[in-house]
């Protein structure tokens, strides 16, 4: 069944992409949570597609499409007609994001009002759009003066990235908005990144070897991952290539005990282990409980062995051994701002003030896990965060604070050598999420 505008059951899709913008933007629900959820209703593939794609699109644009709406409508709505408000966003994000006709943009859209039970708001919603369609290249040009409209980033985001990277702000801004590649990590276990590329290619699947993660290839289009070649015989792991630098830094060799730290859903958990050829002893620590269930499932797909407990790092009295560690990867918990292309909701979830409570939870974490690393053994800190407050200053006032923690320097063709400590991935660089990392070493005090 198609609508006017050719898409398949379009009304059905926009309704439900409503339904789940909202589900983020009024009730505070992850996009994680929500899409899943909403998309399950479908069983046309393509009707998936469309709604994800209204959906992810509209979340990454909402502080400039918000600010669109804003100029077009005359007053305010009341909080109880938040579903008007984000209709009018999503038949924006159409018009201007999308291939659908206008018309049928606008049509489509005030099409599922039926459905809201609000006949009232459909002279509003039309004559919105339609004034919008007049006046496009005006309205835009006047919202887009204001940084934080004009690439769609709370102004708080905004202020801090430009203090902190005078020269790249824009550039990160710019790459978030940007849709991110999907990435696969070869099992070496299993087979080579070249055999796998062979069976890609003989699948008709176009894939190309990742320019600086060694067991990484970028798809270049896309697919569902567990029809791929190998999948189900643990051949490959999705993951993306910053994050896939953490084992290549701290190398974990055979015999070596290593804590992974805030470890679920295991992504580089079993990196650790295929790149020691499962002959380290990792212990995965993870404090959601129920998250734990995904970490067992992967390490049972790529037959790897780890022992992982529940747990809150920083509180080792609650679940450690008294067995000092060889090395420790701490993937600290962040705000995630470096992974917003993924997560375009992210944008809308976090706050300013969410920040200082992180910096201090990571403070914590880092003071708890040292006294369990042997002297000369290594400890690395990472973020997928983009934000100097969790990452470069984290690591200042730690080495400050420890005089037994010395940083050594990561030498790499990827990111860049921040001036306090560590080395910061921004977003989109060689295809690669925003990623910070530094490595420390117990020395003698």
């Not at 039926?114 to 006047?142: D, M, Q, T, Y």
């Not at 620590?285 to 797909?301: M, T």
């Not at 969410?354 to 880092?366: C, T």
Request: net charge negative; glycine share 6%; aromatic share 8%.
């Amino acid at each position: 069944m198609k609508g006017s505008s050719g898409q398949p059951t379009v009304l059905n899709t926009r309704f439900i992409a409503l339904k789940i913008s909202l589900s983020v933007i009024e009730h505070g629900r992850s996009l994680s949570q929500a899409l899943p959820e909403g998309l399950a209703q479908f069983s046309d593939r393509r009707e998936r597609n469309f709604t994800q794609n209204m959906v992810l699109g509209s979340l990454r644009w909402q502080v400039r499409l918000e600010a669109i709406r804003d100029r077009l409508l005359k007053k305010k709505l009341k909080a109880k007609d938040e579903d008007i408000n984000q209709l009018i966003v999503l038949g924006l994000y159409q018009i201007l994001y999308m291939d659908t006709p206008e018309h049928a943009a606008v049509s489509e859209t005030v099409g599922v009002l039926p459905k809201l039970k609000k006949p009232w708001a459909k002279g509003l919603v039309n004559g919105i759009l339609r004034n919008f369609l007049r006046e496009k290249e005006a309205i835009c040009a006047e919202v887009d003066l204001k940084p934080a409209y004009r690439y769609a980033h709370p102004q708080w985001m905004v202020r801090t990235l430009r203090k902190a990277y005078p020269e790249q702000w824009e550039e990160v801004l710019v790459a978030n908005n940007q849709i991110a590649p999907l990435t696969l990590r070869v099992n070496v276990r299993y087979q080579t990144r070249d055999a796998l590329l062979a069976k890609l290619t003989e699948a008709g699947i176009e894939a190309i070897k990742h320019d600086v993660a060694p067991q990484g290839i970028v798809l270049l289009q896309s697919v569902d991952v567990a029809s791929l070649p190998t999948y189900e015989e643990g051949g490959f792991s999705v993951q993306d290539p910053a994050a896939q630098q953490a084992a290549n830094i701290l190398m974990p060799l055979a015999g070596e005990r290593i804590l992974d730290a805030c470890a679920a859903p295991g992504g580089k958990t079993t990196h650790l282990l295929e790149f020691s050829d499962n002959q380290s002893q990792v212990f995965a620590l993870e404090k959601e409980p129920e998250r734990l269930e995904r970490l067992a499932e992967n390490l049972y797909r790529l037959e790897l062995e780890a022992d992982y407990q529940a747990g809150d790092a920083s509180q080792p009295k609650s679940w450690w051994n008294g067995e000092l560690f060889d090395k420790i990867l701490l993937d600290a918990p962040c705000s995630a701002t470096g992974i917003i292309r993924r997560h375009p909701d992210i944008k809308w979830h976090r706050t300013e003030e969410d920040i200082e409570a992180l910096v201090a939870i990571q403070a914590d974490i880092l003071k708890a896990l040292w006294p369990l690393l042997k002297e000369g053994g290594q400890l690395l800190y990472a973020t997928c965060s983009i934000l100097p407050q969790e990452n470069t200053l984290q690591i200042q006032q730690f080495l400050v604070s420890e005089p037994s923690a010395k940083e050594i320097c990561i030498e790499a063709e990827w990111g860049v050598r921040q001036e306090g400590a560590g080395r910061q991935i921004f977003p989109g660089s060689y295809g690669m999420d925003g990623f910070f990392y530094c490595l420390l070493e117990k020395v003698t005090v």
